[in-house]
């Protein structure tokens, strides 16, 4: 399996956004959130990933077929604090879970981009507890920090989101 990361040009924005349509309407499962009277859920920030500095996204591909995506910027995830990057969004296509791609795709996001992190995740969304405790833990061999339910991180739903804290270099 070959599994690579390419950074989303202004020209494929509609394709990394019918993604995000699909990541949305998964995550409704644990934070609620309604459709738009369009029948879409949208995203607020796409068009900065090509007009603001410090913003990434990356498609994630499997044998040239897309699988997924990732959005990086440097906008801090707990409150009162600083970070060089946060992972944005991030989805892996269910036909491509638990084979290793989305570590693989992680492990590159931390590579490529060097320094503080942060990474919000929801506590009820206990694949991705699993999956990014194991991924960063790995990474960093073991050196990270987990604030559970930080205040000021509220998901749509309500509930506060849990933050890691970790350096890559």
Known sequence: MDIKLKKVSVDEKEILRNLFEKYSYEFTQWDGREINPLGLYGYDYLDYYWSEPNRFAYFIQVDGNLAGFVMVNDIPKAPDT?????IAEFFILYKYRQKGVGKTAANEIFS???GDWQLKRHPHNIA???FWDHVVSEYTKGNYKVIKSCPG???HDGTLGDILFFHTC
């Open 153 to 155: 991180t509220a998901y």
């Open 82 to 86: 600083k970070t060089d990057f946060s």
């Open 112 to 114: 490529l981009h060097k």
């Open 128 to 130: 991705s507890v699993y």
